[in-house]
């Protein structure tokens, strides 16, 4: 069962941490058959450690690597290959142990099929979008492994290189299994050597959720496209918004000129300028575009506002009812309770 | 934490029912014995601009959206009125527990920045503020196209 679900040609790596299993890949290509006769010396141990650690994700990410070490240790060291010999074990440890991994849980072994990496699954309650993005990642990696392997040439004891500065500043590439049934919670796979602890995976839950809605300002804002970076853009933001508020103060300090140049009752004039100069062609409110033409300008006191009625009722006609009384009408069949 | 499947909802209404709302409140203002003064034109210039931001937030949705709701409380309070606004399901206070979690040292001074803009900023964690910040600036936007056309329309021929 166990070789089933061993498919080394399907490992592949991501970019930016997992030297470790970069390398191993690598030797992998090269000595294939190796790792299977090596690897199957250390299953008994590697059962029992995982066995042992099956409850609790986070040992286990912790006790595999640990294992690794040792194996390395145990096959010695040979300069010229540097890693060969153990690489090959560990490879085929890893693969073992993300397979035996993945059997009591049963979703996960259609992940592992498609397995492209050897992460260790943090738990978490709560729920992230991952099936898609895993999918767009697998080729992206497929790819980048082959270029990445030999620059990647370094010690193999790199569980926590490169961990703060690529965590915070880049984007996270969290992936979770899709909606386990049984389970409540998705499995969050967390980057090698980025911490799986409660409050890191809420940071970066609670950033993503930042960036998107940033992504969504920026289609709003015009001219922010251009620039990168969150900082740039919460700039633009900022003085967009700055740009509108005096807008709207230089358009009433105009509107505050031009009413004291008008007399009285100026609301028909109003109307009129609100008939003609914005498109209404909202078909949803017929009543108040056919009784604009009924509103003659001389009529300076009275105004039939009871079209103008947002819950859309037939329009009636009373030119005697006054200003203010209608006015008035329509404040209290608002909804609003707050009157200004 | 809630799932981040929910679409972010900032529909904003028509400009007719900005307009409305902003004539609504202009010709309340006109109604005052000591609107047309010539004097005091500066009082005018505010009081036409609260009555702008008033009638925007009203015609916005009114107490459905944090800043809304923020800035008609502080409007209300200028005019020292009693504001009774419906209850809502969560309190908005409770928000403030998570202050702690919010510090991101690069983001946090633009986003204090933002705060300051945006009316009712203050007790709104990041995520929701970026939502608000979108919604008033689609709202602020339609203002300013109702003001622009309104001016255009009485300005002499």
Redesign the interface.
């Known amino acids: 069962m166990l070789e089933g679900l061993v498919s080394p040609e399907n490992l592949s790596l991501s970019s930016m941490d997992m030297n470790v299993l970069e390398r191993l890949k690598w030797l992998q290509q090269q000595q294939q058959q190796q790792v299977v006769s090596q690897s199957s010396d250390n299953s008994p141990e590697l059962l029992q450690i995982l066995q042992f650690h099956e409850s609790n994700n986070d040992e286990l990410l912790q006790s595999t690597f640990s294992h690794f070490q040792m194996l390395g240790s145990c096959f010695g060291p040979s300069p010229n290959m540097g890693f060969g010999p153990s690489h090959e074990a560990m490879d085929g440890c890893i693969s073992r142990t993300s397979s035996f991994q993945m059997v009591p849980v049963d979703t996960m072994g259609v992940m592992l099929k498609n397995s492209e990496e050897n992460r260790t699954i943090s738990s978490k309650n709560k729920r992230k979008s991952e099936v898609k993005r895993r999918e767009e990642e697998k080729t992206e990696k497929k790819i980048k492994v082959e270029a990445e392997t030999e620059s990647n040439m370094k010690g193999k004891s790199s569980m926590s290189n490169n961990t703060e500065a690529s965590s915070d500043t880049s984007k996270e590439t969290s992936k979770g299994a899709s909606e386990i049934q049984k389970l409540d919670y998705i499995h969050v796979r967390s980057r090698r050597g980025q911490a799986t602890d409660r409050h890191s995976l809420a940071e970066r839950a609670r950033r993503e959720k930042i960036s998107k809605k940033m992504k969504y300002l920026q289609d709003i804002v015009p001219g922010c496209k251009k620039v990168t970076g969150q900082a740039g853009m919460l700039d633009e933001i900022i003085n967009y918004v700055q740009s509108l508020q005096t807008q709207v103060e230089f358009l009433s300090m105009k509107l505050a000129v031009l009413d004291s140049e008008l007399e009285l009752a100026v609301e028909d004039l109003y109307l009129q300028a609100y008939f003609t100069n914005l498109p209404v062609v909202n078909a949803s409110k017929p009543s108040i575009m056919v009784d604009v033409p009924l509103f003659p300008l001389d009529q300076q006191g009275s105004l039939d506002l009871s079209v103008i009625n947002l819950s859309q009722t037939t329009s009636t006609e009373a030119p005697s009812a006054s200003w203010e009384t209608q006015s008035r009408s329509l404040f209290n069949t608002s909804s609003l309770g707050f009157h200004y | 934490?809630a799932?981040?499947?929910k679409p972010?909802n900032?529909d904003v209404p028509?400009?007719?029912?900005f307009?409305?709302h902003f004539?609504?409140?202009?010709?309340?203002l006109?109604?005052q014995n000591t609107?047309?003064s010539?004097e005091k034109?500066n009082d005018?210039?505010k009081k036409?601009?609260?009555?702008?931001?008033?009638?925007m937030a009203?015609a916005a949705g009114?107490t459905n959206r944090l800043w809304s709701r923020a800035l008609?409380r502080r409007?209300?309070k200028e005019?020292s009125?009693v504001?009774?606004?419906p209850r809502r399901k969560k309190r908005v206070t409770c928000l403030r527990r998570r202050r702690s979690?919010?510090r991101?040292p690069?983001?946090e001074e633009?986003?204090e920045?933002?705060r300051n803009?945006?009316p009712g900023g203050g007790g709104m964690e990041?995520?929701k503020l970026?939502?608000e910040?979108?919604h008033?600036?689609?709202c602020?936007?339609m203002?300013?196209k109702?003001?622009?056309?309104?001016?255009?329309?009485?300005?002499?021929k």
């Open positions: 934490m799932s981040a499947d972010i900032t028509e400009k007719d029912v307009t409305l004539l609504q409140s202009l010709s309340n006109r109604r609107f047309n010539p034109t005018r210039v036409i601009k609260k009555a702008a931001y008033v009638s009203r009114g008609l409007a209300a005019n009125k504001v009774r606004f979690n919010r991101d690069v983001e633009e986003a920045r933002l803009l945006v990041t995520s970026m939502e910040t979108a008033y600036i689609k602020l936007s203002q300013v109702v003001m622009q056309c309104l001016v255009d329309g009485l300005a002499p």
